[in-house]
Protein backbone atom coordinates (compact mmCIF):
# COMPACT_ATOMS: atom_id res chain seq x y z
CA UNK A 1 0.00 0.00 0.00
CA UNK A 2 1.09 3.67 -0.68
CA UNK A 3 0.38 5.91 1.78
CA UNK A 4 -0.68 9.49 1.73
CA UNK A 5 0.48 12.49 1.08
CA UNK A 6 -0.88 15.02 2.83
CA UNK A 7 -1.25 17.84 0.95
CA UNK A 8 0.20 21.27 1.90
CA UNK A 9 0.16 25.08 0.75
CA UNK A 10 2.55 27.11 0.75
CA UNK A 11 0.31 29.85 1.87
CA UNK A 12 1.38 30.75 5.93
CA UNK A 13 -1.33 30.16 8.50
CA UNK A 14 -2.98 33.93 8.75
CA UNK A 15 -2.53 35.30 4.85
CA UNK A 16 -5.02 33.24 3.20
CA UNK A 17 -6.97 36.75 3.26
CA UNK A 18 -4.51 39.09 1.89
CA UNK A 19 -5.15 36.58 -1.18
CA UNK A 20 -8.24 37.65 -1.94
CA UNK A 21 -8.91 40.54 -3.95
CA UNK A 22 -10.77 43.24 -2.56
CA UNK A 23 -14.05 43.89 -5.40
CA UNK A 24 -15.24 47.43 -5.68
CA UNK A 25 -18.81 48.52 -7.02
CA UNK A 26 -18.17 51.44 -8.85
CA UNK A 27 -21.37 53.45 -9.33
CA UNK A 28 -23.81 53.86 -11.87
CA UNK A 29 -23.17 56.04 -14.67
CA UNK A 30 -26.36 57.41 -14.78
CA UNK A 31 -26.92 58.33 -11.03
CA UNK A 32 -25.87 61.35 -9.41
CA UNK A 33 -22.47 61.66 -8.36
CA UNK A 34 -22.35 61.18 -5.08
CA UNK A 35 -25.35 59.07 -4.65
CA UNK A 36 -25.20 55.70 -2.95
CA UNK A 37 -24.83 53.06 -5.98
CA UNK A 38 -27.76 51.31 -6.93
CA UNK A 39 -28.80 47.99 -8.57
CA UNK A 40 -29.16 48.13 -12.09
CA UNK A 41 -33.50 48.35 -12.92
CA UNK A 42 -35.42 47.32 -15.83
CA UNK A 43 -37.41 49.44 -17.61
CA UNK A 44 -40.84 47.97 -18.05
CA UNK A 45 -43.06 49.28 -21.34
CA UNK A 46 -46.59 49.75 -20.82
CA UNK A 47 -48.59 48.39 -23.82
CA UNK A 48 -50.58 51.43 -25.43
CA UNK A 49 -53.53 49.47 -25.11
CA UNK A 50 -53.69 49.57 -21.37
CA UNK A 51 -53.51 52.95 -21.39
CA UNK A 52 -56.42 53.21 -24.10
CA UNK A 53 -57.98 50.94 -21.75
CA UNK A 54 -57.51 53.06 -18.90
CA UNK A 55 -58.82 55.84 -20.70
CA UNK A 56 -62.37 54.81 -21.10
CA UNK A 57 -62.83 53.58 -17.93
CA UNK A 58 -61.99 57.54 -16.39
CA UNK A 59 -64.04 58.79 -19.43
CA UNK A 60 -67.30 56.37 -18.34
CA UNK A 61 -66.88 56.91 -14.57
CA UNK A 62 -66.54 60.65 -15.66
CA UNK A 63 -69.85 60.25 -17.28
CA UNK A 64 -71.89 58.29 -14.76
CA UNK A 65 -70.60 60.90 -12.57
CA UNK A 66 -71.55 63.61 -14.68
CA UNK A 67 -75.03 62.11 -15.67
CA UNK A 68 -75.95 61.81 -11.67
CA UNK A 69 -75.19 65.55 -11.22
CA UNK A 70 -76.75 66.58 -14.34
CA UNK A 71 -80.11 64.44 -13.19
CA UNK A 72 -79.85 66.10 -9.46
CA UNK A 73 -79.36 69.37 -10.91
CA UNK A 74 -82.09 69.30 -13.02
CA UNK A 75 -84.33 68.17 -9.78
CA UNK A 76 -83.52 70.83 -8.16
CA UNK A 77 -83.94 73.69 -10.93
CA UNK A 78 -87.85 71.83 -11.44
CA UNK A 79 -88.13 71.73 -7.39
CA UNK A 80 -87.44 75.56 -7.37
CA UNK A 81 -88.84 76.78 -10.53
CA UNK A 82 -92.27 74.44 -10.19
CA UNK A 83 -92.36 73.51 -6.04
CA UNK A 84 -93.04 70.31 -4.75
CA UNK A 85 -95.65 69.12 -6.06
CA UNK A 86 -95.05 70.52 -9.60
CA UNK A 87 -97.55 72.98 -9.85
CA UNK A 88 -98.24 75.72 -12.68
CA UNK A 89 -100.51 78.78 -12.81
CA UNK A 90 -101.55 80.92 -15.92
CA UNK A 91 -103.95 83.15 -16.44
CA UNK A 92 -105.91 82.86 -20.82
CA UNK A 93 -109.08 84.22 -21.95
CA UNK A 94 -110.17 81.11 -23.80
CA UNK A 95 -114.16 82.11 -24.14
CA UNK A 96 -115.82 79.95 -21.51
CA UNK A 97 -117.83 81.19 -18.05
CA UNK A 98 -118.33 84.85 -19.21
CA UNK A 99 -114.07 85.40 -18.78
CA UNK A 100 -112.66 88.58 -20.84
CA UNK A 101 -109.16 90.30 -20.87
CA UNK A 102 -110.19 91.94 -17.60
CA UNK A 103 -111.60 88.50 -15.31
CA UNK A 104 -109.59 86.23 -17.71
CA UNK A 105 -109.71 82.39 -16.55
CA UNK A 106 -107.29 81.16 -14.19
CA UNK A 107 -105.67 77.85 -15.02
CA UNK A 108 -103.96 75.67 -12.14
CA UNK A 109 -101.99 72.56 -12.87
CA UNK A 110 -100.71 70.15 -10.08
CA UNK A 111 -98.44 66.69 -10.77
CA UNK A 112 -100.35 64.71 -8.29
CA UNK A 113 -100.35 60.66 -8.09
CA UNK A 114 -99.81 60.15 -11.47
CA UNK A 115 -101.91 62.36 -12.94
CA UNK A 116 -101.88 65.57 -14.57
CA UNK A 117 -105.10 67.47 -12.91
CA UNK A 118 -106.11 71.18 -14.18
CA UNK A 119 -108.22 73.32 -12.50
CA UNK A 120 -110.24 75.99 -14.38
CA UNK A 121 -111.45 79.37 -12.22
CA UNK A 122 -113.45 80.49 -15.27
CA UNK A 123 -113.23 84.41 -15.26
CA UNK A 124 -110.92 83.85 -11.89
CA UNK A 125 -114.36 82.70 -9.86
CA UNK A 126 -113.73 79.77 -7.93
CA UNK A 127 -117.58 78.85 -7.49
CA UNK A 128 -117.28 78.24 -11.06
CA UNK A 129 -113.99 75.74 -11.06
CA UNK A 130 -114.19 72.88 -13.46
CA UNK A 131 -111.44 69.89 -12.96
CA UNK A 132 -109.98 68.14 -15.64
CA UNK A 133 -107.45 65.08 -15.20
CA UNK A 134 -105.51 62.96 -17.28
CA UNK A 135 -102.54 60.56 -16.63
CA UNK A 136 -98.94 60.57 -16.81
CA UNK A 137 -96.71 57.67 -18.13
CA UNK A 138 -93.19 56.56 -16.97
CA UNK A 139 -92.86 59.48 -14.07
CA UNK A 140 -92.32 59.64 -9.96
CA UNK A 141 -94.25 62.26 -9.65
CA UNK A 142 -91.24 65.14 -10.72
CA UNK A 143 -92.37 65.90 -14.00
CA UNK A 144 -93.16 69.52 -14.98
CA UNK A 145 -96.86 70.29 -16.75
CA UNK A 146 -97.18 73.60 -18.53
CA UNK A 147 -100.39 74.51 -20.70
CA UNK A 148 -100.78 76.07 -24.26
CA UNK A 149 -103.27 77.63 -25.47
CA UNK A 150 -103.81 77.47 -29.29
CA UNK A 151 -106.70 77.21 -32.13
CA UNK A 152 -105.41 72.95 -33.15
CA UNK A 153 -108.78 72.30 -34.86
CA UNK A 154 -109.47 75.87 -36.82
CA UNK A 155 -112.94 76.67 -35.33
CA UNK A 156 -111.55 79.97 -34.45
CA UNK A 157 -111.65 78.64 -30.37
CA UNK A 158 -108.56 78.44 -28.10
CA UNK A 159 -107.80 75.14 -27.18
CA UNK A 160 -105.91 73.57 -23.99
CA UNK A 161 -102.92 71.75 -24.93
CA UNK A 162 -100.87 69.70 -22.02
CA UNK A 163 -97.68 69.69 -21.81
CA UNK A 164 -96.20 67.39 -19.50
CA UNK A 165 -91.97 67.22 -19.57
CA UNK A 166 -90.69 63.62 -18.73
CA UNK A 167 -86.98 63.24 -18.27
CA UNK A 168 -86.23 62.09 -21.75
CA UNK A 169 -89.38 63.09 -24.20
CA UNK A 170 -92.84 65.03 -23.82
CA UNK A 171 -95.72 63.89 -23.37
CA UNK A 172 -98.38 65.88 -25.36
CA UNK A 173 -102.73 65.83 -24.10
CA UNK A 174 -104.91 67.96 -26.48
CA UNK A 175 -108.35 69.26 -24.55
CA UNK A 176 -110.82 70.81 -27.44
CA UNK A 177 -112.99 74.08 -26.70
CA UNK A 178 -116.62 73.35 -27.03
CA UNK A 179 -117.83 76.73 -25.82
CA UNK A 180 -118.80 75.89 -22.34
CA UNK A 181 -115.67 73.77 -21.53
CA UNK A 182 -112.82 71.51 -22.69
CA UNK A 183 -113.44 67.69 -23.81
CA UNK A 184 -110.77 65.39 -24.37
CA UNK A 185 -109.50 65.14 -28.22
CA UNK A 186 -110.48 61.65 -30.15
CA UNK A 187 -109.56 60.39 -33.15
CA UNK A 188 -112.40 62.32 -35.41
CA UNK A 189 -110.90 65.67 -34.26
CA UNK A 190 -108.74 67.09 -36.81
CA UNK A 191 -105.62 68.88 -35.36
CA UNK A 192 -103.23 70.38 -36.78
CA UNK A 193 -100.51 71.04 -33.64
Same mark, same amino acid.
Given at each position: ?76 ? /? ?5 ? @?? =?????? #?? %?? *? ?38 ? /? ?5 ? @?? =?????? #?? %?? *? ?37
Amino acid at each position: MVAKEELTTSIPPGHEKQMTKQLQVRPNRNSAPGSAPSSTHKQKNVHWLLLVGLGMVVALILWIIGSVVLAWGIQRY /YDFHYGN @PR =TYQVDQ #VV %GQ *GRDSPTHPSHFIVINYNHQAIVIQLRAGDPAKAITYTTAI /YNDNGEA @PI =TLEFRD #VT %GD *GKLDMIIHIHLLNQEQITVFINNGEQFIPANDSDHMKL
